[in-house]
């Protein structure tokens, strides 16, 4: 089966700090990965995808993730953490059902003055 | 741009009283899907159509019912909410025929039961 788990459900960080939100996947099949941002009572916006074509993934408002298949895993960071990043995170799976995303609980991200 | 729009943003409506939210894509995407948002949580997938091919998840409730009479729109009907439907309603479109299965967003509908 099919998994994503996102490891803290809060994570808190001071602006101008490293961020980094944890996601490890399980999958039987070579997964492509997502991750998303949501902002209060917004939809979710695409932060950057992993399609296979390089590890190190880079996607909007200065954020990378990196894949590692060893350690199944595909953390979110960003070198210098703004206020503006404060948002629910969540990493995503595309499933091995036809058309079906498997996302993990999310993680909070507070950004603290 | 182009881009997924939902309508309206805020609905409110009495519990048992029929709603409908409407969601419209000018991505030309032949996937729609409905997810429900509860406080806190990951969407969940309702159903999705793939062009007019209707797709229920096992786990959705009769109550929710979807319509998609054209391409661009597609409508998601709560015949009778009951307080516990009270989230967000988020749809979202793919194109699977490109290299990848992107789903893009709208901007959610969220729904209040009184």
């Known amino acids: 089966a099919q998994s994503v788990t996102q490891l803290g459900s809060h994570v808190s960080v001071s602006e101008g700090a490293l961020v980094l939100l944890r996601c490890n996947y399980s999958s039987s099949v070579p997964p492509y990965l997502f991750w998303y941002v949501q902002y209060p009572n917004q939809g979710l916006q695409l932060l950057l995808k992993?399609?296979?074509?390089?590890?190190l993934v880079k996607g909007i408002n200065g954020f990378e993730a990196e894949f590692k298949k060893s350690e199944t895993s595909f953390h979110l960071t960003k070198p210098s953490a703004h206020m503006s990043d404060a948002a629910e995170y969540f990493c995503a799976l595309d499933g091995d059902s036809s058309y079906k995303l498997i996302f993990g609980s999310g993680t909070r991200l507070l950004v603290r003055p | 741009d182009a881009m997924v729009i939902q309508n309206p943003r805020y609905q409110v409506t009495q519990f048992g009283k029929p709603v409908t939210l409407s969601c419209s894509q000018t991505l030309n995407h032949n996937v729609m899907y409905w997810y429900q948002q509860k406080s806190s949580q990951a969407p969940k997938l309702l159903f999705h159509?793939?062009?007019?091919?209707?797709?229920n998840e096992a786990d959705t409730p009769d109550n929710f019912q979807s319509r998609r009479p054209n391409t661009s729109f597609c409508f998601l009907d709560i015949r009778s909410p009951g307080l516990g439907d009270a989230a967000m309603y988020l749809c979202?479109?793919?194109?699977?025929?490109?290299?990848?299965?992107?789903?893009?967003f709208g901007p959610g509908t969220r729904l209040t039961v009184l």
């Open positions: 159509y793939y062009d007019k091919d209707f797709n």
């Open positions: 979202a479109t793919s194109r699977p025929d490109s290299s990848t299965d992107t789903q893009y």
């Open positions: 992993y399609t296979s074509a390089a590890t």
